[in-house]
């Protein structure tokens, strides 16, 4: 179902701008303590692992899975707040880095895409039959998101006792088209030159051998690098192909897991009106919706020098439900 969500912005800080970007600022000198692990893929690639704590297989505390947005990871403030969290409850936070976004490159040139979702099937299997004593939940922000979407409409028997999916591409086509709008280009630019880093170190490497570097050089929006690169590395015809089969709107009716959605009509990354042309959805679906909170920001709170994350506040309460 659809609701409006309980969130309310601070007061010094409602321009969706200012909540996307002060999200960072202000997480820049948090930390958290990690303990990493390397997932091998059957494929011959892998996925570095990032846990709030060491655990052992007899483990029953609830354990909860995270999944970053584009070029994230664990050190991503988001990604930091929400294991903070996690750890906060009393639960077990882990963090899988998509292929590559660990700081080191991976073994092929197949690339983490918006709906490649074989690795979080892998990651997901590894954690049933390592630690089958512990209630599971996943968490996906942004591209993440979309992917955990994707995995649960795929995979409806799932391991996960609920899930929770923010600030989400749903759309990818009139995502792409959003932020190459006015000041949403500069969030833009930075997404790009991040992955036209990550594409040369494959070239340097010989991971990939038909790439142009000039006309790398001459992609400035996510779209043309879907269309020179995502697509035809992963199987795709073109970039509308690759937004065709891999958006997660479409197949939200087939999730039966419990979950919540929570989406901002103001995202400088999304187009709210295709985001949200859903019809129908499950029972088991919560759609939340606020006028305000930008891209994965939410900061409330009345004192400017202490800001209050609700999404660290929300999901946990959410989750508690089935944990």
């Known amino acids: 179902m659809f609701t409006k969500s309980s969130f309310s912005p601070a007061w010094w800080l409602k321009n969706p701008h200012c909540q996307t970007i002060a999200a960072k600022f202000f997480r820049r000198g948090h930390t958290i303590n990690t303990t990493n692990e390397t997932l091998e893929l059957p494929d011959g690639d892998f996925v570095d692992l990032a846990w709030t704590e060491k655990v052992s297989p007899s483990c029953s505390r609830p354990i909860v899975a995270v999944l970053h947005g584009l070029e994230g990871s664990k050190n991503s403030h988001y990604a930091k707040g929400m294991l903070s969290a996690i750890k906060a409850q009393g639960w077990i936070g882990v963090l899988m880095h998509f292929r590559g976004c660990s700081g080191r490159p991976n073994r092929m040139a197949k690339s983490y895409h918006s709906g490649q979702t074989c690795d979080v099937d892998y990651f997901s299997q590894y954690l049933a039959d390592t630690y089958p004593d512990a209630k599971k939940a996943i968490i996906g922000f942004s591209l993440g998101g979309n992917v955990l979407t994707k995995y649960l409409a795929e995979q409806k028997q799932n391991i996960y006792q609920a899930a929770g999916v923010i600030c989400a591409p749903l759309d990818l086509s009139s995502c792409c088209d959003r932020i190459n709008q006015g000041f949403s280009r500069v969030y833009q630019k930075y997404l790009v030159d991040m992955l036209r880093v990550s594409t040369i170190e494959k070239i340097n490497t010989n991971l990939l051998n038909n790439i142009d570097r000039k006309n790398l050089d001459k992609v400035r929006s996510i779209r043309e690098f879907d269309q020179m690169i995502t697509a035809p590395v992963n199987g795709f015809r073109d970039a509308n192909h690759y937004y065709q089969q891999a958006s997660g709107r479409d197949v939200l009716q ?70």
């Open 254 to 323: 087939q999730i039966t897991t419990p979950c919540l959605i929570i989406h901002a009509s103001d995202d400088p990354f999304l187009c709210h009106e295709n985001t949200t042309a859903i019809s129908v959805l499950p029972e088991q679906l919560t759609f939340e919706i606020s006028a305000h909170g930008g891209h994965v920001g939410f900061i409330t709170g009345k004192n400017p020098l202490k800001p209050q994350f609700w999404l660290e506040q929300r999901i946990p309460e959410f989750l508690t439900r089935y944990l």
